[in-house]
């Protein structure tokens, strides 16, 4: 019975020593082994059976830890008082230098982005701090994960939430901000007055060159229309002349014809408002041309008024 008993304890101190000993790592974490205060290796997530009451183990969380910045106030460049918070993320690299390089890391790395985000924005003026977020974010995150490196972490990102000016700076900035959109919409009106001035006057420019165009060739047509309708009367005119004359000498006209001819024309002459009358220098040839057609008139006329006086006598 005392046997039995005994092997009994005995079961009973080795199932409890094993279990003791078994020990599980999960999968976000890893373990660190400590024998007797000494750092003896790194176990990976799974089950692990540990010498107890020798071995100890130590967890390490490997995710991204997020710390959050205080709201501390800053003195920019251009001597104004902002106040600034960030939120940081860490990642573990080394879970062996973030055991034993570091107490306290996520108050270390607080104070230390406080103090690296008061240097960074301190450098610069208020304009720049609040357009400037990605620039300060890259900054800070370089500076930070230089200065975590040797706690075997790695700074992920840095995001600064928020930047705000006192009171008074903040309606100083809407005032300036809302006088900048007046110049502009002013700018703009300007601008667009001008260009509708500039396109107006291209517009009458171009509007008048194409009238004076359109009556210049307007001018031409008429003028080359006139100088055909001249040349066509001209040719015309001519034609006939030369017909005229060539019917003339066809004719053999005598000097009674032309004599004849010669005193209608003069009729025709006299019959208008003309007052004086320029008559030609050969005028002793037409004259006698003349006074021979009256002869001719005169013996003509005799004969008839012969016969006419012997019918009397009877």
């Known amino acids: 019975m005392g046997l039995i008993i005994l092997l009994v304890v005995i079961v009973v101190g ?6 003791l000993g078994l020990k599980i790592v ?34 390490v969380d490997m ?4 710390v959050d910045v205080p709201p501390q106030e800053v003195i920019t460049k251009d001597n104004v008082v902002v106040t600034v918070d960030a939120v940081v993320y860490y990642r573990a690299t080394d879970p062996v230098r973030l ?19 008061r240097n960074v924005v301190g450098d610069l003026d208020l304009d720049d701090a609040l357009t400037s977020r990605e620039t300060i974010n890259a900054q800070l995150r370089e500076i930070l994960d230089e200065a975590t490196d040797i ?34 919409a002013l ?38 229309a006139e100088k055909f309708q001249k040349l066509t009367v001209a040719e015309g005119e001519g034609q006939a002349i030369e017909r005229v004359f060539g019917a003339i000498h066809n004719g053999d006209p005598t000097p009674d014809l032309i004599a004849i001819r010669y005193l ?4 025709g002459i006299s019959d208008g408002q003309a007052t004086k009358i320029f008559l030609p220098m050969e005028m ?10 009256g002869e001719v008139f005169h013996s003509t006329n005799g004969e008839s008024e012969q016969p006419a006086q012997s019918g009397s006598q009877f």
């Open 187 to 224: 700018v703009t009106e300007a601008e667009g007055d001008k260009r509708s001035a500039i396109l107006r006057a291209e517009g009458i420019k171009e509007s008048r060159i194409l009238e004076a165009q359109g009556q210049a060739e307007a001018i031409k047509q008429v003028a080359e």
């Open 14 to 19: 080795v199932v409890t020593y094993v279990g």
């Open 99 to 117: 055991a034993y390089q570091v107490q306290n890391f996520v108050l270390a790395a607080t104070k230390l982005a406080q103090t690296n985000l």
């Open 264 to 267: 209608e024309a003069l009729q």
């Open 284 to 293: 002793s040839g037409i004259l006698g041309s003349v006074a021979a057609i």
């Open 63 to 66: 995710r991204e830890i997020v």
């Open 151 to 184: 706690w075997g972490t790695q700074v992920v990102r840095v995001e600064i939430q928020r930047i705000d000016p006192p009171a008074d700076v903040t309606d100083a900035m809407h005032r300036q901000m809302k006088a900048e959109r007046d110049r502009r």
């Open 26 to 59: 999960r999968q976000y974490e890893a373990g660190l082994i400590e024998r007797f205060g000494k750092y003896r290796e790194t176990l990976d997530p799974g089950l692990h059976l540990i010498v107890p009451f020798i071995d100890r183990i130590r967890r």
